[in-house]
């Protein structure tokens, strides 16, 4: 039991910090933080995402080209451009290091605007914190396994943040509905996305890339959105106005 319980606390707070931090603040910035909370929320993804931290300025940059270049070839993650998940992760393992490290400068669009720590983001990208990380998961797991099945689950502890990445981006892009004529393969692949935060409302988001609730439709639960909404309440984020002649035009459409 505290192995499943492990294994679901971890998955659904690195989640949170992917979809809530990651991707929702730093890429879109949808909403605005003061410089305290930033810098907690980014600890934060940092102790979630653990042995695989993912660098919220090279998450920004990456996801301003995906939306860019929706499944083209210019596209860092989109799965029409590769034979498996596998294959797809690696390509964009490339990209992402390649912006990470400043090998390749980005275009000036997508560059900028996201929140910057550099101590904290050399210390999750160094292999001194991956490596213990990792070391931390195995010991938990040889305390508290029962089963030797469960030792499966340690890879999906490893490499949480771009498992999560890949399934959004595979089962996004492949399976499912679509609300909106985007020009992309973009799909909505759950109504109620208990297993990733929302993010499976792709269809809906590459429509309206501002709007913080993913679900469009009254059925279509993001589970996030609510935790927004609470934290707005709180006065600990700030919801930027909503544009609403846009979205009613993409509700009418839809």
Do not use: C
Not at 89 to 105: A, C, L, Q, S
Not at 201 to 210: A, E, I, R, T, V
Not at 244 to 250: D, G, L, S
Request: charged residues 20%; glycine residues 4%; hydrophobic residues 45%.
């Amino acid at each position: 039991m505290a192995i499943l319980i492990f294994f679901l606390v971890h998955w659904y707070l690195s989640l949170f910090v992917q979809t809530f931090y990651l991707h929702r603040y730093s890429a879109h910035k949808m909403f605005t933080m003061n410089p305290f909370w930033e810098k907690a929320f980014y600890l934060l993804t940092y102790v979630a995402q653990g042995s695989s931290f993912l660098s919220p300025r090279a998450y920004a940059i990456l996801h301003r080209m995906h939306h860019a270049f929706s499944d083209t070839e210019k596209d860092p993650h989109s799965p029409h451009f590769s034979n498996n998940a596998f294959t797809m992760m690696w390509k964009t393992k490339e990209i992402y290091n390649n912006v990470h490290k400043n090998r390749v400068e980005p275009e000036r669009r997508f560059d900028g605007d996201y929140p910057v720590w550099p101590a904290l983001e050399k210390l999750g990208d160094s292999y001194y914190s991956r490596i213990s990380w990792g070391v931390a998961y195995v010991l938990f797991y040889i305390a508290f396994a029962t089963q030797w099945w469960m030792f499966l689950l340690l890879p999906f502890h490893f490499l949480m943040g771009p498992v999560h990445g890949a399934i959004v981006n595979w089962s996004g892009h492949k399976y499912g509905y679509q609300n909106f004529d985007n020009n992309d393969k973009s799909r909505n692949s759950l109504f109620f996305d208990f297993l990733t935060g929302g993010e499976l409302f792709q269809n809906n988001h590459h429509k309206l890339p501002n709007r913080v609730n993913f679900g469009v439709k009254w059925w279509e639960v993001d589970p996030t959105w609510p935790v927004i909404w609470t934290l707005n309440k709180l006065s600990i984020i700030k919801l930027k106005p909503v544009k609403a002649k846009a979205e009613k035009r993409a509700k009418v459409a839809a």
